[in-house]
Structure formats: C-alpha cells, structure tokens
C-alpha cells in the first residue's frame, strides 16, 4: 500500500510540470522542450528509484523482526523437593493402663470423701438405668437398641460400685480399728453395697438373655420383661437405702474425728522433764512411739492414745525448760498429735520424718546438765503397745472384706 502511493505522487508531479511548461510556452518563446522532459524523466527515475530503496528497506527490516524470534523471558528454574511431608500422617499411642490407687497415700477423710463420691456415681447410674428400663418396658416390648441404652448406664454403674467397694476395703484395711464409733454403720453400709452389686449382676444376666432372644428374632416373653423391671425397681429400693446410710456415716464420721482430736491434744501430762535432757529424752519416746505405730500403714485407738500421752508430756517439759529451741518444738507435735488423730497417715508420717531431722540438730547443743552418758545415749525404747482387741482374722463383720464377684 506503501508503494503505490508513491507511486500516484511521482505521477501526479510529472503532470502538474507538464501544465506548467505548455503555460510558459504559450506565454514566452518556446523553450527546449525535449530537455525538459528528459529532465522530468530523469527525476522522476531517481525519486522512483529512492521510494523503491525506502520500501525495500522497510520490507528488509520487517522480514528480519518477523525472522528474528523473540529473546524470551528469563524463567525461574523450579525448585523440586525431594521430600514428601504427609498431612494425614497419624500417630497410633499405645495408652498405658492407669496405676492402681494407692490407698495409703490418702487420708481417711479423702477415703471417706472417694467412698461418698463412688456411691454417688453409683446411685445416679442405677437410677438412670432403672429409669431407661422403666420406659423401654412401658409398651411391654423391648428392642435392642432401647437394650443398648439400658446397657450403658448398667456399665456406669457396675464401675461405680467397684470403685466403692475397692475404696470400703481400703478403709477397713487402714482405719478401721480407728473408726470404733461407726463400725456398725460401716457394716451396714458394706451389706447394702454388696446387694446393689448383686442386682447389677442380675442385671447384666438378663440383658444378655434378652440380647439372645433379640438375635434370633424370637419374642420377649413377659416373664422376662417382668425380671427386667422387677430387678430395676430393686436396685433403685437399694440405692435409696444406700445412699441414706452414706450421709448417716458421714456426718457421724466428722463428729467421731473432731472428738477424736480433741481428746488427743487435751490429754492431761503425767510427768514433766525438770531439765533439757530429760525433756529431749521425752520428746524423742513421742517421736519414736508414733514411727512405729505407722510402720504397719495403720493406727489403732490404743497406740493413738499412748502417742498422745507421749506427747502431753514432752510438751510440759519443753514448755518448763526456759531454752526457746526446746520451746519452739511443742507446736510441732500438737501438729503431728493432730493429723494422728485426723487420720492424715501419710502426712503424719512425713511430719515425723522432718521432725526426726530437726532433733538431730538440737541434740547437739549444749543444753546444760543431764545424765553422765548423754542426754540422747539411749533414748527410751516404745512401750508395749499391743491392745487388747477381738482378733478381726477369724470371725469378725469386716475381716474380710467381700470382693466383688469377677464377671
């Protein structure tokens, strides 16, 4: 298209030069005609021939871009990575089976309060699942999945009342003898127990007769529905009863422990050191008394009130020493007297030990005049304190706890 119009435009000059010159011919002399046109000629040629070269160059010059390819863009190289991380990686734990309880480590009033809890959980359970029976038998049809609703709570309570009996067995084991004023109703609360266990055994019994007869598409016979509700009422008639007799224990227990600390601390001395040695001498017998009363896990009325006497009166001859290290050491056992008489075992025997080691140190201190060997040389062996109590192995309520029947 280029071209062409050059081409028009060096035609279009030659014409207009042509005018021009037949004009000037007509007006002056006539000119050298032959000259002027081979001039235009010669002209026109050249701007011809310069057009063309132009138009050549620019065709050159286009087929060398289109010829020539792109330089293209620098591309990142891509980085591979020659790991394979898993989002749904999983990380299978095997659970470690839960440490059985160590009852020793407990006071009675944590025993107490785990035997509360137990029984608790035990009676909701039970009134739960006696409730689910109650409405899965109410049209006299029992399916399976109203068979399996009554199964859990069933489960729920069969755990419940092994945690009870495990904890009453434990404090049989370790307070009983301490717990003289509710030995009765600790009985009485066992049996009950023991007949809740029972029913839920019963239970389980006919929820698995009811499941087989279920599996074989057989219907239920209403002897068998009648054992279901019937033993449901009876477990919930014992639950009742159960719990009843765990509030009464209870709160005679808390009147039975306060009485109990406070006759230990008011136990009135009789005898006092008149000097420091003696009464060091009297402090490690209260000291020694109650280290091996504890070396059995257990403490009796009787050792408890030997270990009380020990300490009345090692207090009243710290307290008539005017020597404030020996003064000072009279707070610490009413403390230790006290978590005795709390049943608070474990931490009493803790308290022993430290106490032990803060004797140690004042043992060495020149605390004036006392026997010629030493004020410590040979500290007072533990009287006897074997009581007179009805042997417990042979035939007594809770000599041997009832264990729970293995299903």
Same mark, same amino acid.
């Given at each position: 298209?280029?071209? *062409? *119009?050059?081409?028009?435009? $060096?035609?279009?000059?030659?014409?207009?030069?042509?005018?021009?010159?037949?004009?000037?011919?007509?007006?002056?002399?006539?000119?050298?005609?032959?000259?002027?046109?081979?001039?235009?000629?010669?002209?026109?040629?050249?701007?011809?021939?310069?057009?063309?070269?132009?138009?050549?160059?620019?065709?050159?010059?286009?087929?060398?871009?289109?010829?020539?390819?792109?330089?293209?863009?620098?591309?990142?190289?891509?980085?591979?990575?020659?790991?394979?991380?898993?989002?749904?990686?999983?990380?299978? $734990? *095997?659970?470690?089976?839960?440490?059985?309880?160590?009852?020793?480590?407990?006071?009675?009033?944590?025993?107490?309060?785990?035997?509360?809890?137990?029984?608790?959980?035990?009676?909701?359970?039970?009134?739960?699942?006696?409730?689910?029976?109650?409405?899965?038998?109410?049209?006299?049809?029992?399916?399976?999945?109203?068979?399996?609703?009554?199964?859990?709570?069933? !489960?729920?309570?069969?755990?419940?009342?092994?945690?009870?009996?495990?904890?009453?067995?434990?404090?049989?084991?370790?307070?009983?003898?301490?717990?003289?004023?509710?030995?009765?109703?600790?009985?009485?609360?066992?049996?009950?127990?023991?007949?809740?266990?029972?029913?839920?055994?019963?239970?389980?019994?006919?929820?698995?007769?009811?499941?087989?007869?279920? *599996?074989?598409?057989?219907?239920?016979?209403?002897?068998?529905?009648?054992?279901?509700?019937?033993? @449901?009422?009876?477990?919930?008639?014992?639950?009742?009863?159960?719990?009843?007799?765990?509030?009464?224990? !209870?709160?005679?227990?808390?009147?039975?422990?306060?009485?109990?600390?406070?006759?230990?601390?008011?136990?009135?001395?009789?005898?006092?050191?008149?000097?420091?040695?003696?009464?060091?001498?009297?402090?490690?017998?209260?000291?020694?008394?109650?280290?091996?009363?504890?070396?059995?896990?257990?403490?009796?009325?009787?050792?408890?009130?030997?270990?009380?006497?020990?300490?009345?009166?090692?207090?009243?001859?710290? @307290?008539? !020493?005017?020597?404030?290290?020996?003064?000072?050491?009279?707070?610490?056992?009413?403390?230790?007297?006290?978590?005795?008489?709390?049943?608070?075992?474990?931490?009493?025997?803790?308290?022993?030990?430290?106490?032990?080691?803060?004797?140690?140190?004042?043992?060495?201190?020149?605390?004036?005049?006392?026997?010629?060997?030493?004020?410590?040389?040979?500290?007072?062996?533990?009287?006897?304190?074997?009581?007179?109590?009805?042997?417990?192995?042979?035939?007594?309520?809770? @000599?041997?706890?009832?264990?729970?029947?293995?299903?």
């Amino acid at each position: 298209m280029k071209r *062409n *119009n050059l081409s028009n435009y $060096v035609l279009l000059t030659v014409l207009v030069l042509g005018l021009l010159l037949t004009g000037c011919r007509n007006a002056r002399s006539e000119p050298n005609a032959q000259a002027t046109i081979d001039a235009a000629v010669a002209a026109t040629a050249n701007a011809q021939q310069s057009v063309e070269a132009t138009i050549a160059a620019a065709v050159a010059a286009t087929a060398t871009a289109q010829a020539t390819p792109p330089v293209p863009t620098a591309v990142p190289t891509p980085v591979v990575i020659n790991q394979t991380i898993n989002l749904t990686q999983t990380t299978t $734990v *095997n659970p470690t089976p839960a440490a059985a309880q160590d009852y020793t480590t407990l006071s009675e009033e944590e025993l107490v309060a785990l035997i509360e809890q137990s029984v608790a959980q035990a009676a909701a359970a039970t009134n739960q699942y006696s409730t689910e029976t109650a409405n899965a038998t109410a049209d006299d049809t029992v399916t399976a999945e109203e068979v399996q609703t009554v199964e859990v709570y069933v !489960q729920g309570a069969e755990e419940a009342i092994n945690t009870a009996e495990e904890a009453m067995a434990a404090y049989y084991e370790l307070y009983y003898d301490l717990a003289v004023e509710t030995q009765a109703e600790l009985a009485e609360l066992n049996q009950t127990l023991e007949e809740l266990s029972g029913s839920v055994d019963e239970m389980n019994e006919t929820l698995v007769e009811i499941n087989e007869t279920l *599996n074989e598409g057989v219907a239920l016979a209403e002897e068998t529905i009648a054992a279901l509700e019937a033993t @449901a009422q009876a477990a919930s008639t014992q639950v009742a009863e159960l719990q009843q007799q765990t509030q009464t224990w !209870q709160a005679d227990y808390q009147a039975q422990v306060e009485a109990r600390v406070t006759n230990a601390l008011n136990i009135q001395p009789t005898q006092r050191a008149d000097n420091p040695q003696a009464a060091l001498q009297d402090t490690f017998a209260f000291l020694q008394s109650g280290q091996q009363a504890l070396a059995d896990q257990r403490l009796t009325p009787d050792e408890l009130t030997t270990i009380a006497q020990l300490g009345a009166n090692a207090k009243a001859g710290l @307290a008539a !020493q005017n020597q404030p290290q020996l003064q000072q050491l009279s707070g610490t056992i009413s403390t230790i007297t006290e978590q005795l008489a709390r049943g608070n075992l474990s931490q009493a025997r803790g308290s022993l030990d430290q106490f032990n080691n803060s004797l140690g140190g004042i043992a060495q201190l020149d605390l004036g005049s006392g026997p010629a060997d030493g004020p410590l040389a040979n500290p007072p062996e533990r009287p006897n304190l074997q009581p007179d109590l009805p042997d417990r192995s042979a035939d007594g309520p809770l @000599a041997n706890p009832p264990s729970r029947p293995t299903r």
